[in-house]
């Protein structure tokens, strides 16, 4: 089985920055992909940051230039670091990763239980 957790998230003021974590556990033969989703309270789930297959990141306009995605390929580990942060930022925020676990034919897509971040003062 693979697993996705997510870690980081939390309460932070206006201006802060938060870094999140998601790492990939289990029987995973490889990992295509590793991205960010986020939720708003009543709202649909929107991307947040992504590779796409020609190796561009594509991140929502709401996050580019505060926010970074950064993967470490050795840890099945993906990061998102978040600056400058907005209360509209608030969100959960999902760990999102296409991969083909051992013995399996076909890529398929995993997602984490999501870590809650809150941008307030």
């Known amino acids: 089985q693979v697993q996705l957790v997510e870690s980081g998230g939390g309460l932070v003021q206006p201006g802060g920055s938060l870094r999140l974590s998601c790492t990939a556990s289990?029987?995973?033969?490889?990992?295509?992909?590793m991205g960010w989703y986020r939720q708003a309270p009543g709202k649909q789930r929107e991307l947040v940051a992504t590779?796409?297959?020609?190796?561009?990141?594509n991140y929502a306009d709401s996050v580019k230039g505060r926010f970074t995605i950064s993967r470490d390929n050795a840890k099945n580990t993906v990061y998102l670091q978040m600056n400058s942060l907005k209360p509209e930022d608030t969100a959960v925020y999902y760990c999102?990763?296409?991969?083909?676990?051992?013995?399996?034919?076909?890529?398929?897509?995993?997602w984490g239980q999501g870590t809650q971040v809150i941008v307030s003062s």
């Open positions: 999102n990763a296409n991969l083909m676990e051992l013995g399996a034919i076909k890529y398929r897509e995993y």
């Open positions: 590779p796409s297959s020609d190796g561009i990141t």
């Open positions: 289990g029987s995973i033969f490889n990992i295509r992909k």
